[in-house]
RNA sequence: GGGCGGGUAGCUCAGUUGGCUAGAGCAUUCGCUUUACACGCGAGAGGUCCCGGGUUCGAGUCCCGGCCCGCCUACCA
């Protein structure tokens, strides 16, 4: 073993060992045979939208540490792994991508046909990359994933699940169509949920804009002949103040605002009842400057009234006029729902002021037609311009506002009326269940509370706690769910939409069709009413137009007829959320039965001949073997050459009917007749083989391409659901974990159909784990853009993978975010160096996008010169990071190499005894053997203990402290003298340093199975109570058992025992260091016989510990001093040829120092007569005891001082 | 506005039912090529535990108030 431990010599060897080894394979089959109880975790799925920084780095270690300390333990572990599409996310960088390539970006692709294809296939490709790269790292990193299992929220699997579950909901009537207001991103043109709008202070103006009063006209149609109302009208109506106003002049409102834009679509101006000038405006009208338009003036609770002195900002800026634009406002659309008001969209989907939307009329008029085609900016402007030169611009205020951005193009929200997807997760079958789930303990309201003796109910903990508080009060407040987004990259929304045919023939036909249909669940219809029009009696009239959802898309005679209707699907895609909301689910097969009979069936020419069976529902025989050319058609067209021509015979191939899994089906007309069609394919060899009429294939992985699944995929879900625990940061609390409650309670639920008799399913995690977000060194967040996220690959590469994840555990404690100070590394000089920063515009710190070695003054670029689209080249290459928080967690792994090393060393020279005796009691064993077992037993405590509350960090520090300051320390220099004349010694030694490596192995995976390797041929005599179970698979460490210590070998008195010594020698080697004792030199103690029998007890570990020449009761003849320990006097002698006086009287001095504040605070506190009374009596005398001691301590050193002169 | 978290050594952070002298890593001082490790070994120095009250025999820890910092959430009248 090399003197230096260097991550890159191992870490490639180490994971091909365990990928061969199969170490990480799940096998559902042993927990339904009840074999092992199961532990799995579900990979929160990064977005393919980019690679990977720190924070996944720290949510996948902790996923890890948790699964591979559980897979020693002996549980059935799953680490399910997979990514996500991130549907908005993903689709804008393509397009970005494109633009920058040059090629047709989405706003090209629009006018084509087939635009939307091509761009799908861009983004495939664009997914293929990263998800290829997500793995890379993750696998660098060690993550500990089943890898032959590893998902994409799109790939056929979930895009079943993902349909199903649509249907479902659609059927039960938890998924409606509806005209809202939404959050409107005007640049992806796409709706957003409420949580994909960030909240940004912005520095806006409060316009106040005078809306002229006038009665109402005779001719609604025709508002030019409303009369106009002047103030002495208003006046003797009894408006307050208006006496004060010009009497023949036109009497307005003033309304406040700061989106002057929107009084185009104004309908209304509202007015607190409330308000002294409530009943003088009844009856009247306002008429909007320009347009002409005459609006109602409303009373409204709503509405704030003014209040100039008040603190409520609202109230201050308030006029107690509101104008009111249902189409442009989430609360104008309420108050335009309680009044009745009409609804007038005046922007088009890019924002722009548009007459194509709902605003025909004044738009086209004189005053209207000015304002068509402008952005909303330059509309605001022009409004402005009008209103001031009409001077109906009272006045401009400076406000300071939190305003809406699309999380994804930073454009400002612009609220928009328009028909979206809701899933109505207010439904108390929905909202109900995930608030059921919590533990009762972490409720603080009444509502939905837990029942008694229900599955799932209470049993759905956050870790730590506090986070339930979040989950709760998301849920309190909830509004139903956006789920459509008009976007290309996503699940389709499986819904055609049209009007029935109406009389004839045809429409019965319709009838007759669609009701089987509806009897087989093929298919679900609602007619599109949304509940709100419905309320208002509005959907009377409304064309029929209707929804049908297609349960399977490949259900070709159902898709084909709705379209022969006329039903066109709607072109929207699902929120990405709904996809990650099934990640439970869609993961483990559902829905889908177990397949395994599949299996026996399969192998039955050459049983055992198969390494492994995949499976795919195909639907039916027509839309499996497809059309022409088609993807389906290649896939056929291949198993039958590989099944019947190929030589090799790699595979074997047959097809079933979904419910009767036991006979495969042969004939072509019982085929042809199920619609329920399964198809299994049994592989022969794994990996890459060579076939004679396609190349070499992989053809596991060709198969999965094609929606294969593993045969077992349908057991996971009874095997591994509910998961143990889900780990992720609290961003995420609401936007996903409720979504998993709520989706995997209702749909393995039971009696969906009907919201009364609906019985809550099991939950899809019990473990909420909430860690640390990792943020730079000025405690910003990381973020591409900014360019301070780091790559985990940068830091395998300069501290190595156990490095990067020891620390991160170690960081990980219950509170604290963790602030990441990071480093450059010059390419060309390969020197670590602090990068000079600068401020970017929007006040953020980050490092300067070019920056110069100091070293050798070369020059390189940042991660945020490229997000400025700089490009790296040769002269300026794109530099990596690195930072010194990685340094100890480096310095602790290269420790534990060289304490292996060394200890390798010994075991290795020395052979086992001839007498290996099965049990070896403990007294046989010398004090420092039986000392670090009994730490050992504590320290295995008190990681299980760490590991079972998820606090790593205590986790990290005990394996740090009880490697480095016990073994390494202690230990090891304790039995240096002794260990090579000693089996039993060597056979502590080796235990010891298993069990090490077997406790710290879920931290750091490569490095304790590297040492491990080495550990493979050392023998030992066995020790009693140490249980190290070998490795179940391929003779890796990863499968081999956690360690097993006998308690008995925990013991007080042993470690006291200790401690006496560490404590003697700790007092000697303080003297020795502060008169600069030679390390060589050899000194002489005179002690009393209660001291030289501890010494004699346990030689020869404290003379080699502090270099003793020996010792004696002698009095010392030459120049000695004083040490004290346990309340004698001891002397050194021998230290040097002469004793410097003026070292020994400033040693001392500080000592007498020390004990006289420690005896003044002792004595203070027993002073106190409420400590004797009320402190416990064995607390009280431990201090009395404590303060003798102290005293004799001071008296004796003052003695010394004076003896000294 | 509401909620949550944090303020402990120069820096980054531990400190789980209140209880012996408040800990670690880095940095720093002194000494050391001690035959596993200088990514090391031995010995030090360094703290009004943000401020002010309170409860208690006893408060870094519990309660109240205040001041800073961060995050989440609401609000575009």
Redesign the pocket.
């Known amino acids: 073993m090399p ?4 991550p890159a010599d191992h870490e490639a060897q180490i994971r091909a060992r365990w990928d061969k080894a199969g170490a990480f394979h799940a096998d559902p089959g042993r927990v339904l045979a009840a074999e092992a109880a199961p532990y799995a975790i579900l990979i929160p799925p990064p977005n393919v939208t980019a690679a990977l920084h720190l924070g996944h780095a720290l949510n996948n270690t902790l996923q890890d540490v948790l699964i591979r300390a559980r897979r020693m333990m002996g549980y059935e572990t799953l680490w399910m792994p997979g990514t996500d599409h991130a549907g908005i996310a993903t689709q804008t960088v393509v397009d970005k991508r494109l633009k920058a390539e040059g090629k047709p970006s989405i706003s090209d692709l629009r006018r084509i046909e087939g635009g939307r294809e091509q761009f799908i296939e861009a983004a495939q490709a664009f997914k293929d990359e990263y998800e290829v790269r997500i793995t890379h790292q993750l696998k660098m990193m060690g993550c500990s994933c089943d890898w032959d299992r590893q998902r994409f929220t799109m790939d056929e699997l979930c895009a079943r699940a993902v349909r199903e579950a649509f249907f479902r909901l659609f059927r039960d009537g938890l998924i409606y169509r509806g005209k809202r207001i939404v959050n409107w991103d005007p640049v992806t043109q796409t709706a957003l949920a ?2 994909e709008v ?2 940004e202070e912005v520095e ?1 103006k ?1 316009y106040y804009l005078r809306y002229p009063l006038v009665h109402p006209p005779q001719n609604a149609s025709d508002p030019k002949d409303a009369q106009e109302v002047s103030w002495s009208e208003l006046a003797a109506r009894g408006y307050p103040g208006a006496e004060l106003l010009p009497g023949e002049e036109n009497a307005y409102l003033t309304v ?4 002057p834009e ?1 009084y185009l679509g104004d309908t209304a101006v ?1 007015v607190n009842p409330r308000d002294p000038r409530a009943a003088a405006l009844r009856g009247l009208r306002v008429q909007l400057p320009l347009l002409g338009r005459v609006i109602a003036i409303v009373e409204d609770d ?3 009234m003014a209040d100039p002195e008040g603190d409520d900002p ?2 201050k ?2 006029t ?1 006029f ?1 104008k009111v634009t249902p189409a442009h ?4 659309y309420e108050i335009g729902r309680r009044h009745e008001l009409e609804q007038i969209n005046v922007m088009a989907p890019d924002a722009s002021i548009s007459d194509q939307h709902g605003w025909e009329r004044e738009a086209r008029s004189e005053g209207g037609k000015i304002f068509v085609g402008k952005s909303r900016e330059e509309a605001r402007e022009l409004v402005l311009k009008e209103f001031r030169a009409r001077g109906l611009l009272e006045a401009v205020k400076p ?1 300071r ?4 951005h699309s999380y994804r193009s930073h454009a ?4 928009y009326l328009s028909d979206q997807w809701y899933v109505a997760v207010t439904d108390g079958r929905l909202r109900g269940a995930a608030l059921r789930a919590m533990a009762p303990e972490q409720r603080t309201t009444e509502s939905f509370l837990p029942r008694p003796h229900h599955e799932g109910d209470g049993e759905l903990k956050f870790y730590p706690d ?1 986070y339930a ?2 989950f709760e ?1 998301w849920h309190e ?1 909830l509004r139903d769910w956006c789920i459509s987004r008009q976007l290309w990259w996503g699940h389709r929304i499986p819904v055609w939409i049209g009007a029935r045919p109406v009389g004839g023939d045809e429409s019965a036909r319709f009838d007759r069709l669609v009701s089987a249909w509806r009897n087989e669940d093929r298919v679900a219809l609602h007619r599109l009413v949304d509940p709100a029009a419905h309320q208002r009696g509005e959907s009377d009239g409304q064309p029929q137009l209707e929804a049908a959802c297609i349960r399977d898309e490949t259900d070709a005679e159902v898709v084909a007829q709705f379209e022969a209707w006329g039903y066109a699907r709607d072109p929207d895609v699902l929120d990405t959320w709904f996809s990650s909301a099934l990640w439970p689910l869609s993961t483990m097969g559902w829905p889908g039965a177990p397949s395994a009979p599949v299996a026996a069936t399969l192998d039955v020419q050459e049983p055992g001949s198969l390494r492994s069976i995949l499976v795919k529902h195909v639907g039916t025989w027509k839309s499996f073997i497809g059309d022409e050319g088609a993807r389906s058609g290649e896939l056929i067209e291949r198993l039958l050459a590989l099944r019947d021509k190929d030589p090799a015979e790699p595979l074997v191939y047959e097809l079933f009917d979904g419910a009767d899994m036991h006979m495969p089906l042969r004939a072509l007309a019982d085929i042809q007749g199920c619609g329920n069609l399964v198809c299994a394919v049994g592989l022969r060899t794994s990996g890459v083989v060579r076939t004679r009429n396609y190349g070499e294939i992989d053809l596991a992985a060709w198969l999965r391409s094609h929606g294969f699944v593993d045969a077992s995929t349908h057991q996971l879900l009874e095997a591994f659901n509910p998961t143990s625990v889900l780990c992720t940061a ?2 995420i609390i ?1 936007l996903w974990v409720s979504r998993m409650v709520m989706f995997n309670r209702y749909f393995l639920g039971e009696g969906s159909g009907d919201a009364a008799r609906h019985i809550d399913g099991r939950l899809p995690f019990r473990d909420v784990f909430i860690h640390a977000m990792i943020q730079d060194g000025t ?3 990381m973020s591409k853009s900014l360019g301070n996220g780091v790559d985990p690959l940068d830091i395998v590469e300069s501290h190595g993978a156990d490095a990067l994840r020891f620390c991160l555990v170690k ?1 990980t ?7 990441m100070p990071v480093d450059l590394i010059c390419p060309h000089c390969g020197r670590p160096f602090e990068p000079k920063t600068i401020k970017t515009p929007a006040g953020h710190v980050v490092a300067a996008p070019e920056q110069a070695c100091p070293a050798c003054g070369k020059a390189m670029l940042t991660a945020y010169g490229v997000s400025q689209s700089q490009k790296p080249s040769s002269e300026r290459p794109l530099a990596k990071n690195t930072s ?2 990685f ?2 967690a ?2 602790f ?3 534990l190499w ?2 292996s ?2 200890a390798l ?1 010994i075991l290795g020279s020395a052979p086992a005894t001839g007498a290996m005796s099965a049990r070896t009691p403990g007294e046989m064993l010398s004090l420092p053997d039986r000392w670090i077992l009994s730490r050992l037993v504590q320290t295995i405590a008190e990681c299980e203990r760490a590991l079972g ?1 998820y ?1 790593f ?2 986790y990290a ?1 005990a394996m ?1 402290d009880f490697l ?1 300051r016990d073994f ?2 202690w230990y ?2 304790a039995i ?1 003298p002794t260990v090579a004349d000693s089996p039993l010694q060597r056979a502590v030694l080796l235990h010891t340093l298993e069990a090490t490596l077997r406790l710290l192995h879920p931290i750091a995976p490569f490095i304790t199975e590297s040492i491990w390797d080495h550990l493979g041929t050392v023998e030992a005599v066995a020790i009693e109570g140490i249980d190290l179970t070998p490795a179940k698979r391929g003779g890796v460490l990863a499968t081999a058992g956690w360690p097993r210590v006998a308690t008995e070998w925990r013991s007080e008195q042993v470690d006291a025992h200790f401690e006496r010594v560490r404590s003697l020698v ?1 007092a000697i ?2 003297v ?3 008169h ?1 004792v ?3 030199r050899r000194i002489r103690l005179h002690a009393p016989e209660e001291v030289i029998q501890l010494i004699v007890t346990t030689e020869p570990i404290i003379s080699s510990l502090v270099g003793l020449a020996g010792f004696t009761h002698d009095e010392p003849r030459g120049p000695s001093v004083p040490v004290r320990f346990e309340g004698f006097d001891l002397r050194l002698s021998e230290l040097a040829d002469a004793v410097d006086p003026a070292t020994e009287q400033t040693r001392l001095a ?1 000592a007498i120092a ?1 004990l006289v504040k ?1 005896v003044d ?2 004595e203070k ?1 027993l002073g ?1 007569p ?2 004797a ?4 009596a064995q ?1 009280v005398q ?2 009395r005891g ?1 303060l003798e001691a102290k005293r004799s301590e001071l008296a004796a050193f003052r003695e010394q001082m004076e003896r000294l002169g």
Not at 412 to 415: C, T
Not at 813 to 819: A, I, K, L, N, P
């Open positions: 003197p230096k431990y260097q409420d949580d960030e909240m806006g409060f406040a605002t700061t989106r929107t509202a709503y509405v704030v609202k109230a800026y308030a107690g509101l406002d989430p609360n104008d406000y506002h939190s305003v809406g400002a929200i612009e609220p506090r508080k979040a009060a407040g609290r961003e609401t405690g910003q967040k960081l404690t219950q509170t604290q975010d963790v602030r010194g928080k340094d100890e480096r310095n792994c290269n420790k060289n304490a090393r060394f060393g509350s606090q960090s205590n520090t740090y480095w390494c320390d090891l220099e240096k700790t080697r303080e020795r260091s502060q600069k030679p390390p060589k500080k020390d420690e605070a002792l506190r106190n409420g400590y009374e009320r402190a416990p607390l431990q201090t404590l």
